[in-house]
Nanobody
Framework: QVQLLESGGGLVQPGDSLTLSCTAS????????MAWYRQSPGKQRDLVAQ???????IYADSVKGRFTISRENAENTLYLQMNNLKPEDTAVYYC?????????????WGQGTQVTVSS
């Protein structure tokens, strides 16, 4: 059993900062890629930022320069530092991980954490 536990969401004002974290636990050999996605009501789930096993990062254009993704491999934890938050960043943020289990790659999702940016 593998779980992705997210934390750090909340209600903030425009211009504020927030940090999300996601920790993978359970039975697996190693983590391949990890990423943050977000979904607003009535919209599809979109990639926000990705952190590959090799250390490369990819960001959605809408968050470049404001969000920073990082990963603590020893703790199987992924972070998303979000600065200068805007109302359009309001969404449920989901952690995603691709893990090796028994020589097979599996995809896992967290339960989601709500981020609301409003004055």
């Amino acid at each position: 059993q593998v779980q992705l536990l997210e934390s750090g969401g909340g209600l903030v004002q425009p211009g504020d900062s927030l940090t999300l974290s996601c920790t993978a636990s359970g039975s697996f050999q190693s983590i391949n890629d990890m990423a943050w996605y977000r979904q607003s009501p009535g919209k599809q789930r979109d990639l926000v930022a990705q952190y590959t096993r090799g250390g490369s990062t990819i960001y959605a254009d809408s968050v470049k320069g404001r969000f920073t993704i990082s990963r603590e491999n020893a703790e199987n934890t992924l972070y998303l530092q979000m600065n200068n938050l805007k109302p359009e960043d309001t969404a449920v943020y989901y952690c995603y991980a691709r893990l090796w289990r028994s020589a097979t790659l599996y995809n896992y999702w967290g339960q989601g954490t709500q981020v609301t940016v409003s004055s």
